[in-house]
Structures are given as structure tokens and as C-alpha cells.
């Protein structure tokens, strides 16, 4: 990773924006990575802007790396007044623009903020935002009924 890459990844982890669960939020969408196993959620919330519907705000929570929280920070930023379609039409270096190209270890970093903001501008007009809990609150318990405790027992050794 070039130092100013890194340079650029540090200064908006230590400042992220648009950090933290939107409440009233009009859409949201949580994505896991395959590759990684990290996860990231995102709150949109829309006004009217010159007879179009626009994003006025997005925020997120994320449990992943350090170029995941970077970039959903410089993407926060860049999504606010554009439309569902322009923003749906950004891919995941269009997101991490603001930082600079992302070695190929790290694409799929930006591509964990993408995939959130296409769930949540997906589901937009269904999500039932109101009652989705925080990310954090999603792991933060067992759900009744859907806890299966399997306990592994390996053959002890003959002889
Ligand atoms: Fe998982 Fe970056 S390593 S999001």
C-alpha cells in the first residue's frame, strides 16, 4: 500500500464520518464479507431536492478493517444529494475514490460499503427500519428459536 494511501486511510479512521446507527433512517442494508468475514451496515435517509428524491444523509456501522471504516466514511460523504440511481450506479473504487486506487488485497473492503448501500437502496421501500436493531445489537444475543448448540465429540484414541 503507497504511504499516501495509508496516510489517507489513517486521517479518516481517525476522524470517520457519518459514524453511528441513523435513527428515522428511510433505508438500511447490512452486508457480510465472503472474504473476509467482516460486516458493515448502512442508514439512508432521503429528501426532496429540486423535484427529486435525493440522499440526504447515510451513516454506518461497521465491524471491519481499517480501509472498510475509511471508506464508508469518504462514501458517506460523497452520497449525500445524489439520486438512488446515481448512487446505485457507484462501484466500490468509485466509493473509495476520495482515498486514492486500493491495492487488490483491499478491494474487497470497498466492496463491503457498496454492497450495503445497494441492500439498503434496494429494500428501500420495504425495510422495516423501524424495528432493525443496531449492528452491534444484532450479534449481541441469542434469537429465540434460532440457536442450535452443537457440541462436536471426537472418538478418543484407541489403544
Ligand atoms: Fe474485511 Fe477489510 S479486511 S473489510
Given at each position: 500500500m503507497s504511504d499516501d494511501l495509508e496516510k489517507r486511510i489513517e486521517a479518516a479512521v481517525k476522524n470517520p464520518q457519518n459514524l453511528g446507527e441513523m435513527e428515522n433512517a428511510d433505508a438500511i442494508g447490512t452486508v457480510g464479507s465472503a472474504d473476509c468475514g467482516d460486516m458493515l451496515r448502512m442508514w439512508v435517509k432521503f429528501k426532496e431536492e429540486g423535484g427529486r428524491k435525493v440522499i440526504d444523509r447515510a451513516t454506518f456501522q461497521t465491524f471491519g478493517c481499517q480501509t472498510a471504516i475509511a471508506v464508508a466514511s469518504v462514501a458517506t460523504e460523497m452520497l449525500a444529494g445524489k439520486t438512488v440511481g446515481e448512487a446505485m450506479s457507484m462501484s466500490g473504487e468509485d466509493l473509495a475514490a476520495p482515498l486514492g486506487a486500493l491495492p487488490p488485497v483491499k478491494i474487497h473492503c470497498a466492496q463491503l460499503v457498496e454492497g450495503a448501500l445497494r441492500s439498503a437502496l434496494s429494500g428501500e421501500a420495504a425495510a422495516?427500519?423501524?424495528?432493525a436493531p443496531t449492528l452491534l445489537q444484532s450479534f449481541a444475543g441469542p434469537k429465540p428459536g434460532n440457536l442450535k448448540i452443537v457440541l462436536e465429540q471426537k472418538d478418543a484414541p484407541s489403544g
Open positions: 422495516p427500519v423501524a424495528t
